[in-house]
C-alpha cells in the first residue's frame, strides 16, 4: 500500500491567515491525489481532486499543488469556518489510502 | 441533488455480520463507482472497497477475507456485509461516491452511520 504522511499533524492559525498543509507519499502518484475537509460529526468533504482542480462550490482559496511524491493544500486566507480537520487521498494505486490528517484550530 | 444515505444496525455483537445499505437518490447507481469507507472513533479514514454496476467489487486487501461488497440496481442501493466483527471494527461507516468528473476521488458521501461492536 502507498503511505501517505501529512505534515504538519495539527497547527493552529488565526482568521485572515495563510496555511499550507504537507502531504508526503511512499511512491509517486502522478496527479492522482485529492483534498477533504472534515468537520466535527460530518463526512468529509471533496475539496481539490488531480492535485489542484477545485471542485465545485469550494472558495477559491483553497488550491492544491506539488508533483510525483509531494503536495500541498493552501488555504490563501482562514475563515472562521475553515477550522476542521483536513485529509489528502492518493487514488494513483488500490487500496486507496488516506493521509493520518491535520488538524487545524483557532489560535 | 445527490444524496447517500446509510443505514443498519448501531450495534452488533463480536464474532458476527455487520450489514449495511447505502441508498443513493438523484443518481443513476449503474453510472459510477460506489464505495465504502469507515473511521474507527478519533481516527483516520480507511477505504473498505467499492463496486461498479455489477462489476466484480475491490477490497481493500486488508479486510477481503471478512468483507463483501454488492449492488441492487432496481432499488438503487449498495450494501456492505463484514463477518467475524471484533472491537477494532467499531467506526463510522460511510457510503460514497466517485465522481465521474473528480478523477477517482469522493464527491458525495452519506451522513455516516456509527457501527459499534459490543456484547
Known amino acids: 500500500d502507498i503511505q501517505m504522511t501529512q505534515s504538519p499533524s495539527s497547527v493552529s492559525a488565526s482568521v485572515g491567515d495563510r496555511v499550507t498543509i504537507t502531504c508526503r507519499a511512499s511512491?509517486?502518484?502522478?496527479?492522482?491525489l485529492a483534498w477533504y475537509q472534515q468537520k466535527p460529526g460530518k463526512a468529509p468533504k471533496l475539496l481539490i481532486y488531480?492535485?489542484?482542480n477545485l471542485q465545485s462550490g469550494v472558495p477559491s482559496r483553497f488550491s492544491g499543488s506539488g508533483s510525483g511524491t509531494d503536495f500541498t493544500l493552501t488555504i490563501s486566507s482562514l475563515q472562521p469556518e475553515d477550522f476542521a480537520i483536513y485529509y489528502c487521498?492518493?487514488?494513483?494505486?488500490?487500496?486507496?489510502?488516506f493521509g493520518q490528517g491535520t488538524i487545524l484550530d483557532i489560535k | 441533488q445527490v444524496q447517500l444515505q446509510e443505514s443498519g444496525p448501531g450495534l452488533v455483537k463480536p464474532s458476527e455480520t455487520l450489514s449495511l445499505t447505502c441508498t443513493v437518490s438523484?443518481?443513476?447507481?449503474?453510472?459510477?463507482?460506489w464505495t465504502w469507507i469507515r473511521q474507527p472513533p478519533g481516527k483516520g479514514l480507511e477505504l473498505i472497497g467499492y463496486?461498479?454496476?455489477?462489476?466484480?467489487?475491490s477490497y481493500n486487501p486488508s479486510l477481503r477475507s471478512r468483507v463483501t461488497i454488492s449492488i441492487d440496481t432496481s432499488k438503487n442501493q449498495f450494501s456492505l456485509k463484514m463477518t467475524s466483527v471484533t472491537a477494532a471494527d467499531t467506526a463510522v461507516y460511510y457510503c460514497?461516491?466517485?465522481?465521474?468528473?473528480?478523477?477517482?476521488?469522493?464527491?458525495?458521501w452519506g451522513q455516516g452511520t456509527l457501527v459499534t461492536v459490543s456484547s
Open positions: 487521498q492518493q487514488v494513483s494505486s488500490f487500496p486507496y489510502t
Open positions: 488531480a492535485v489542484s
Open positions: 511512491q509517486g502518484l502522478g496527479r492522482w
Open positions: 460514497a461516491r466517485e465522481g465521474s468528473e473528480t478523477a477517482v476521488s469522493l464527491d458525495y
Open positions: 463496486i461498479f454496476d455489477n462489476r466484480s467489487p
Open positions: 438523484g443518481a443513476s447507481i449503474k453510472s459510477y463507482y
